[in-house]
């Protein structure tokens, strides 16, 4: 789900000339620049893990800047998905993320495919096109959304509970996104433990098994330590075991299990700057990003900037 908040991520309409949305700098620099830089200093090999952030598989953009968008054509998907199965990716659940950075890499060419919010285009759209290419995927549910009919939040419809369990049956794997989608970084550590607690045992009555996964909704404030210790420690305390966050970049060793980094995909994404993305090429852009959360720390003009986040 997304609405109107401010994002770290607002500071990403720098990289794009006003009325100019073909030009994207961040684009350009991937593509052009970095990408191919750490493709001769790396041998074309990346240490980091890949873990793709979709959100809804369906044709139809926005109006915001292309950063924001959270719509990938299904069309496009396919294109993605064949990218990765023709060079010998090998998609894998959070646990074997977790440790393959551990132990270097236990796979060859391990990436993680994850769809945040439960939509239920992902049920129509992307499981044949996983299916047809052998894949398995991490699905962030949105406890609160899901229900025995279809719910409609805004234009947006989510699977059922039996649409959930099918999938699940298929091989996906279904992680937490909390109870309702709040911004928890505004809610009292009560309300935060509630939203933890009682998305994950909903889950896990649903499903008859456990449930190790959570994503964090939003924008991620890694600027905020205390609220990370806070939240890592509500995380481990019931039981989960990893978990993601809007943090740009690929896994590893590095990272906070509780909080990995994603490379957010969307209908901008050709397969140019898929691949860049997926071989460390959009790693550099979680310096802007960190930047960006410190002005909101200290309260920067900079930080003035709505974003549906």
Same mark, same amino acid.
Not at 50 to 67: A, C, E, F, Q
Not at 110 to 119: L, V
Not at 158 to 170: C, D, L, P, R
Not at 190 to 200: D, F, T, W
């Given at each position: 789900?997304?609405?109107?908040?401010?994002?770290?991520?607002?500071?990403?309409?720098?990289? +794009?000339?006003?009325?100019?949305?073909?030009?994207? =700098?961040?684009?350009?620099?991937?593509?052009?620049?970095?990408? *191919?830089?750490?493709?001769?200093?790396?041998?074309?090999?990346?240490? %980091?893990?890949?873990? =793709?952030?979709?959100?809804?598989?369906?044709? %139809?953009?926005?109006?915001? #800047?292309?950063?924001?968008?959270?719509?990938?054509?299904?069309?496009?998907?396919?294109?993605?998905?064949?990218?990765?199965?023709?060079?010998?990716?090998?998609?894998?659940?959070?646990?074997?993320?977790?440790?393959?950075?551990?132990?270097?890499?236990?796979?060859?060419?391990?990436?993680?495919?994850?769809?945040?919010?439960?939509?239920?285009?992902?049920?129509? @759209?992307? =499981?044949?096109?996983?299916?047809?290419?052998?894949?398995?995927?991490?699905?962030?549910?949105?406890?609160?959304?899901?229900?025995?009919?279809?719910?409609?939040?805004?234009?947006? @419809?989510?699977?059922?509970?039996?649409?959930?369990?099918?999938?699940?049956?298929?091989?996906?794997?279904? %992680?937490?996104?909390?109870?309702?989608? *709040?911004?928890?970084?505004?809610?009292?550590?009560?309300?935060?433990?509630?939203?933890?607690?009682?998305?994950?045992?909903?889950?896990?009555?649903?499903?008859? @098994?456990?449930?190790?996964?959570?994503?964090?909704?939003?924008?991620?404030?890694?600027?905020?330590?205390?609220?990370?210790?806070?939240?890592?420690?509500?995380?481990?305390?019931?039981?989960? @075991?990893? %978990?993601?966050?809007?943090?740009?970049?690929?896994?590893?060793?590095? #990272?906070?299990?509780?909080?990995? *980094?994603? =490379?957010?995909?969307?209908?901008?994404?050709?397969?140019?700057?898929?691949?860049?993305?997926?071989?460390?090429?959009?790693?550099?852009?979680?310096?802007?990003?960190?930047?960006?959360?410190?002005?909101?720390?200290?309260?920067? *003009?900079?930080?003035? +900037?709505?974003?549906?986040?």
């Amino acid at each position: 789900m997304r609405r109107i908040q401010v994002d770290a991520s607002a500071f990403m309409f720098c990289f +794009v000339r006003p009325h100019m949305s073909k030009f994207r =700098l961040d684009r350009a620099l991937s593509v052009s620049l970095i990408h *191919p830089v750490l493709r001769v200093l790396k041998g074309h090999r990346h240490r %980091g893990i890949p873990i =793709l952030m979709y959100h809804s598989i369906r044709n %139809g953009m926005g109006t915001k #800047h292309p950063y924001f968008e959270t719509n990938t054509s299904p069309e496009l998907f396919a294109r993605h998905m064949k990218f990765l199965r023709d060079n010998g990716y090998t998609p894998v659940d959070l646990n074997h993320v977790v440790d393959a950075i551990k132990t270097g890499g236990d796979r060859q060419k391990p990436i993680a495919i994850t769809f945040d919010d439960g939509y239920r285009d992902f049920y129509t @759209e992307a =499981l044949p096109i996983l299916g047809q290419n052998g894949f398995a995927a991490t699905v962030f549910i949105v406890s609160g959304f899901i229900r025995a009919q279809h719910t409609r939040v805004g234009n947006k @419809e989510f699977m059922t509970w039996k649409e959930v369990q099918e999938i699940h049956a298929h091989g996906i794997h279904i %992680g937490s996104h909390t109870v309702n989608h *709040p911004e928890l970084w505004r809610m009292s550590p009560r309300e935060v433990e509630c939203e933890i607690r009682q998305s994950k045992e909903t889950i896990e009555e649903k499903l008859s @098994e456990s449930l190790r996964s959570f994503s964090y909704p939003f924008a991620f404030p890694e600027h905020d330590k205390r609220f990370v210790e806070m939240l890592r420690g509500f995380l481990g305390k019931h039981g989960y @075991e990893n %978990g993601v966050s809007t943090v740009i970049g690929t896994a590893g060793r590095d #990272h906070d299990r509780y909080f990995l *980094p994603r =490379l957010p995909v969307n209908s901008h994404d050709d397969l140019r700057f898929f691949q860049a993305k997926v071989e460390g090429g959009y790693d550099w852009l979680h310096t802007p990003q960190r930047f960006y959360k410190s002005c909101l720390r200290h309260g920067s *003009p900079v930080a003035r +900037v709505a974003h549906a986040g």
